[in-house]
């Protein structure tokens, strides 16, 4: 359930922002701005949400996925659109929106892993809390202090 909310909330700013880059600065077709948002959903959440983010972090997730979406529209773009105009700034407009969007979609990623990671913990009954541990501190003794110590 949780891999379905990520990938609607990706396509859905994918829509936003390819609407807004594409379409209401420049003149793109609706169905131009659903296929750029279907493309950039599915890569940028196999590659940036399931390989990069878990072993290379939030900023490197990040910077993926801002490359795959300014990619993906001069790839394709160089295709379907027209105008090299629109194509650059379409790719710029639409990146810088899909990355804003995407901190809070990894904050969120990163919130879900951990509320499983603490369920899980508490269902084998293993305690959350932090657990502090104290040293403890002493002299050593040697035979001849050992000799001074009073007999029990």
Not at 38 to 61: C, E, K, M, Q, W
Not at 99 to 127: D, P, W
Request: aromatic share 12%; with cysteine.
């Amino acid at each position: 359930m949780k891999n379905i909310t990520v990938i609607l909330i990706k396509f859905i700013t994918c829509i936003v922002a390819f609407a807004i880059g594409l379409d209401l600065f420049f003149d793109a077709t609706m169905a131009d701005v659903l296929s750029f948002s279907a493309i950039v959903t599915v890569i940028s959440y196999l590659v940036g949400d399931r390989f990069i983010l878990p072993h290379f972090g939030n900023t490197a997730a990040t910077m993926m996925d801002f490359l795959i979406t300014y990619l993906s529209v001069w790839i394709f773009g160089s295709v379907l659109l027209d105008s090299y105009v629109q194509i650059g700034w379409g790719s710029i407009i639409a990146a810088t929106i899909v990355t804003a969007a995407e901190v809070f979609v990894h904050r969120y990623l990163h919130s879900q892993e951990n509320e499983k990671i603490t369920g899980e913990r508490n269902q084998r009954g293993i305690s959350t809390q932090m657990i502090s541990y104290g040293t403890e501190m002493a002299e050593e003794l040697t035979s001849r202090d050992a000799d001074k110590l009073p007999k029990i």
